[in-house]
């Protein structure tokens, strides 16, 4: 089975791979391309630490790595065209919600023009399902909870927010047009070991080591669905052998193999204890400053998962605590190795 991951080199991408190619067996001959474009969002040396793990692992031709950019037309037209691909699993984006507000060009490009492309490419060389990475952010300023994949989420209160809602409507126009059966999941705020440095849990914990202050935003008010790496690579290999069948929505005659997941740990957690875990783990207590909330941020994020849960039986369990400490373990290591 042929499998392009784009955003190999990100965090989650750099999982996805390991774990496939850590699991590959007779009933499972994954053959995989990584594409990435390196950018330099955060320390690109993270990136090509990620891929120089994922080439020691690697056997025969079982994984391949190209340095490509989403937004390239022609070239992802000719990748496509070339490798024809079984399943394509669309993790490469512009993340962060904060960067959003600075550089809405970089989201718009990779975002919005590079979904466009794997779109295409899947449509011209017929694959058999795309997955795709959508975000919790979408869920906005909504008030119910926990969050379900039935309400609406119209209202976008950051640029990113708004390209991840655009992806799953273009998914869901190509999917009806063109019978392409397509999955987007919706992750809550992954964290792990060889996470992301824009991420909280990594500036907490880099700073909390070095004896600084950390800003804590909203005093410590917010509640976020943290959800450990490890689950979330579960739930995307259990949903790789979940192909979506034509089926309407609750809201629409349209037909089309579609479908969208939360990914969530599904017990929210508030940033007080967030941090009480980061602590603990790097057993130093935190200076804090105390600031009001960002532009962008929400209050709570909380999955609803029980569509996950029914479809691939998968739910994910990784505590706080646990998920912290393998993260600390790692980073201590890590940095350690690079002085």
Not at 17 to 23: D, G, M, S
Not at 136 to 145: C, E, L
Request: some cysteine.
């Amino acid at each position: 089975m042929r499998i392009l991951i784009t955003g190999a080199a990100g965090f989650i991408g750099f999982h996805l791979i390991k774990a496939l190619l850590q699991t590959t067996s007779s009933d499972k001959n994954y053959s995989i391309i990584g594409i990435d474009n390196l950018n330099d969002y955060y320390d690109v040396k993270l990136k090509k630490d990620r891929l120089d793990i994922l080439n020691d692992i690697k056997s025969d031709n079982s994984f391949s790595f190209i340095e490509l950019d989403l937004a390239d037309r022609e070239l992802m037209a000719d990748l496509f065209d070339e490798y024809r691909f079984d399943i394509v699993i669309n993790l490469g984006a512009q993340a962060g919600v904060r960067y959003s507000i600075e550089n809405p060009n970089a989201y718009i490009d990779s975002n919005i023009v590079g979904f466009a492309n794997v779109l295409e490419g899947c449509r011209h060389t017929k694959v058999k399902h795309l997955i795709y990475a959508s975000s919790s952010s979408v869920y906005g300023m909504n008030v119910k909870q926990p969050f379900s994949t039935d309400d609406c989420v119209d209202f976008p209160i950051s640029l990113y927010a708004a390209t991840k809602k655009s992806n799953e409507l273009m998914a869901h126009s190509y999917s009806h047009l063109y019978n392409i059966p397509t999955t987007g999941l919706r992750f809550f705020t992954v964290y792990g070991p060889y996470g992301r440095p824009d991420m909280a849990y990594f500036s907490f914990t880099k700073k909390i080591l070095a004896g600084e202050p950390i800003n804590v935003f909203n005093n410590g008010d917010m509640q976020r669905d943290f959800t450990y790496i490890d689950d979330i690579i579960k739930g995307i290999i259990r949903v790789m052998d979940k192909v979506p069948s034509p089926q309407q929505s609750k809201m629409t005659t349209a037909t089309a193999p579609y479908k969208i997941y939360n990914i969530g740990n599904n017990q929210p957690v508030t940033l007080r204890r967030f941090i009480t875990a980061i602590e603990d783990a790097c057993g130093k207590k935190a200076q804090e400053n105390l600031l009001p909330m960002q532009a962008g941020d929400v209050p709570i994020t909380y999955a609803d998962i029980d569509e996950l849960i029914e479809d691939t039986g998968f739910k994910p369990e990784t505590s706080i605590e646990d998920g912290i400490k393998q993260f600390v373990d790692w980073y201590t290591a890590y940095y350690q190795d690079k002085k």
